[in-house]
């Protein structure tokens, strides 16, 4: 015969406090774990709507990122005609060559300053950016000392507004558009004509890096190894996509050392919570001892007592989601290869919140099942006897 749950819920609510104090251990360290799932979650989001399927970066051969990539205009003019790549517009190959460098600006999080990307980019760099519109503003004009920023970059470097400007090479640039982005990287970066930028950060020949849009995505492959095989062009390349994906390698650090602190933490929650229910078997022996009689077994003692540990560390999980909560939508930014910031928001998601309700009761499983194993083998008369 079992007992009802109802035994268990009254338990918890007579004992308030320590219910509550055990509750929120656990909380604390879902908590701990959902903030660093929802860090982590953020900018997968925002790397994985970085890029298109139909576009494929060439970089020098050996280089990780663009900043620290050399392709030379000789290089560029060999590559846009390279068969499977799309036209334009204008009749042209959709080719964009593009040159990278960064910008040291004060933000919300760092009065010292940050980096963030600068990107000088030709008529196409701009056509082949699905999705990219001007949402303040306008665009910048060819031939001039202008420059369009990201929205995410706009709301985080009070610097990077409409009407203010830059110091850039050897000129100073006036900011004249807000771009949108969606969630992709290009929302953290400032745009400005390539041939301006090349002149004045003095790479006019030597620039860092070139974007195709191929026809298919057949087409895609065949373009990343008919570039990356050619002798001649010394390049290598690969998706865009592939190429942000490539980047998550920054939120690793930060993942494993919170995933370890939220394990140390669950260590000691779990110790908590086994601390709760052993004070609870020790005042509860007459209880015990009165279900014995009354005809329970062992077994449903077991049971009971176990499920009321699940029960108090499903509070603490729920607990823990409701403070974590408040992080979803929260803006922050983390180092890129191009040593810049990208920003992109926490995603508290109802999968991360899931996975901390089960982690929480792994946590209440785990410190719970000794005391009800001890609660279930007292034997009645000494139950009955103590205090």
Request: contains cysteine; charged residues 20%; aromatic residues 6%.
């Amino acid at each position: 015969m079992a007992i009802p749950l109802a035994y268990n819920l009254r338990n918890l609510v007579v004992r308030k406090t320590t219910t509550f104090m055990t509750a929120l251990g656990i909380g604390l360290t879902v908590a701990v774990l959902l903030s660093i799932l929802g860090l982590v979650s953020g900018l997968r989001a925002t790397l994985s709507a970085s890029g298109d399927p139909l576009n494929v970066l060439a970089l020098r051969k050996g280089s990780e990122s663009e900043l620290v990539s050399n392709f030379t205009r000789a290089q560029f003019q060999d590559l846009k005609f390279k068969r499977g790549i799309a036209a334009g517009r204008d009749g042209q190959p959709l080719a964009s060559l593009e040159v990278v460098t960064v910008v040291n600006l004060a933000n919300v999080e760092n009065p010292n300053g940050a980096n963030l990307t600068v990107r000088g980019v030709p008529p196409a760099g701009i056509e082949m950016r699905q999705g990219l519109h001007i949402e303040s503003g306008r665009w910048f004009e060819q031939g001039r000392h202008e420059l369009v920023v990201g929205r995410t970059a706009a709301g985080r470097f009070p610097d990077a507004q409409i009407g203010k400007k830059i110091k850039l090479g050897r000129s100073d640039w006036d900011i004249v558009g807000v771009m949108a982005a969606g969630d992709s990287a290009q929302a953290s970066e400032i745009w400005g004509d390539l041939n301006q930028i090349a002149a004045d950060l003095q790479r006019v020949e030597v620039l860092s890096s070139a974007l195709v849009r191929a026809t298919d995505e057949v087409a895609a492959k065949a373009l990343v190894n008919d570039i990356s095989n050619d002798q001649r062009l010394d390049m290598t390349a690969m998706p865009e996509r592939q190429y942000y994906e490539l980047q998550t390698s920054q939120a690793a650090p930060v993942e494993y050392t919170g995933i370890f602190v939220s394990i140390i933490m669950a260590i000691g929650s779990s110790f908590a919570a086994m601390n709760t229910m052993y004070a609870a078997v020790a005042r509860r022996a007459r209880e015990i001892g009165t279900l014995r009689v009354l005809g329970f077994s062992r077994g449903s003692i077991l049971f009971s007592f176990w499920v009321e540990a699940v029960l108090l560390s499903a509070l603490g999980g729920a607990l823990g989601c409701l403070l974590a909560l408040p992080l979803n939508g929260i803006t922050t930014g983390i180092g890129s290869t191009n040593f810049a910031e990208m920003a992109f928001d926490f995603r508290v998601t109802p999968r991360s919140m899931a996975i901390g309700m089960a982690f929480a009761v792994v946590l209440g499983s785990i410190g719970g099942l000794f005391p009800a194993r001890m609660a279930s083998k007292k034997e009645i008369l000494t139950a009955l006897r103590e205090a």
